[in-house]
């Protein structure tokens, strides 16, 4: 069992920056894909980010070069730097554990880009 708690959201005026964190307990991380998910208001949940256990990473074509996502092992935690934030932009975000079948998922941090 992996438990996973994001944190880092809040309210950011556009163009503004946060670092979201997900902090996993209860195994260790280093064998998962780790991701990054976002739902907006009446949107569908999606792919921000994801980064494999080697440590490749890959982006929402809409995020690319603004966000990025990270890992540390050690301390069992993934994090996500976004940057240049914009109002679509504005959704919960989820931090998720796959291996294999086993699918964790975190209950998702608030962020909202808005003047």
């Known amino acids: 069992q992996v438990q996973l708690v994001e944190s880092g959201g809040g309210l950011v005026q556009p163009g503004g920056s946060l670092r979201l964190s997900c902090a996993a307990s209860?195994?260790?991380?280093?064998?998962?894909?780790m991701s990054w998910h976002r739902q907006g208001p009446g949107k569908e949940r999606e792919l921000v980010a994801f980064i494999t256990r080697s440590g490749t990473t890959n982006y929402l074509s809409s995020v690319k070069g603004r966000f990025f996502i990270s890992r540390n092992n050690v301390v069992s935690a993934v994090y996500l730097q976004m940057n240049s934030l914009n109002p679509e932009d504005t959704a919960v975000y989820y931090c998720?554990?796959?291996?294999?079948?086993?699918?964790?998922w975190g209950q998702g941090t608030q962020v909202t880009v808005s003047a």
């Open positions: 209860g195994s260790s991380i280093s064998s998962y894909l």
């Open positions: 998720k554990a796959e291996l294999g079948s086993s699918v964790y």
